[in-house]
């Protein structure tokens, strides 16, 4: 007798797991590396109690937003793209007056051997930002290694994203996280082609120099968009900010030129911390535009 499917609320609420999804002759995986709670308020300062009570579907048994943590993996042919790289071996408890609870990573070197990659297969690593959700095995020594995991690996930075990296040192990464990255760095454009179908798209806000990635293959199109969004809730309330956004009306103006592109046919999304849902299409309902989770 099959298990049912989980319902997508069911899956609002948990981390995600790996989930693939081809593109012609391209496959993209969700590759978790770990988990975080985001404590709705404070995470999203402009909504209210009442928004909360409207919809417990997004909130797990301890009130807090679920943000799966990892990164996205693209195969071309033996070829090989990681896009972001989970927060690494680490686990933080939550700390009062964090706009985050608990996180927690590690996991992401096993989910690419289960998936039958080694480090070794990666020839980049393209970074959406360099929040430290985001860098951590790119920086972080492999397990019974002094280098990281992706040494051998270019590293792909937005051009504006490189030039302000000592912002991000507010935010978590200090000058030693910078100083291990540096030797990889490569910077690209917006509009560069960085590997087979895959191009870099600024939509920046959140960084001085946030990027997300368009993959195009088969016909579709994928937008991997990093932290533009957080949370599939704000696909119809773009206005709201997150907390660590560095220029908010930069980050709303480019969240919804992203919602419009995302309502485009033949247009998939990719949520890196939309929980278990982290493929979707947008689509208008009598109330605006909503993410519409795809069971790949």
Known sequence: MSTPAPRA?????????????RLGATTVTYVP?????????????????????AHPEYLDATGNLVAGVGGLLVEHGERALLIDAGVGPLSFPAEPGNAHGALHGGALLDNLAA??????????????????????????????????????ADYLVAEPEWADRDLVVAHGNGPEVL???????RTVADGAEVFPG??????DGHTPGHAGYEITAGGRR?????????SPIQIGHPQWRAAPDHAPAAAVAARRRLIAELQEPDTVGFGI???????????????GPVWQPLDA
């Open 115 to 152: 998936l039958g990659r080694t480090p070794a297969d990666i020839e980049a690593v393209a970074f959406t930002h360099l929040h430290p959700d985001h860098v951590g095995w790119a920086w972080h020594p492999a397990p019974g290694s002094d280098r990281p995991a992706f040494a051998h």
């Open 222 to 230: 994928l937008l991997a968009f990093g932290d533009a969004l957080h």
């Open 198 to 203: 895959v191009r870099i798209r600024l939509f």
């Open 9 to 21: 609320d069911e899956r609002l609420r948990r981390p995600a797991v790996r989930r693939s999804l």
């Open 33 to 53: 590396d770990g988990a975080a709670q985001l404590l709705p308020r404070r995470w999203l300062p402009d909504t209210t109690d009442a928004t909360w009570a």
């Open 179 to 185: 100083a291990a990255l540096a030797p990889r760095v």
């Open 273 to 287: 911390h939309f929980a278990d849902v982290v493929f979707g299409r947008v689509r208008a309902d009598g109330d």
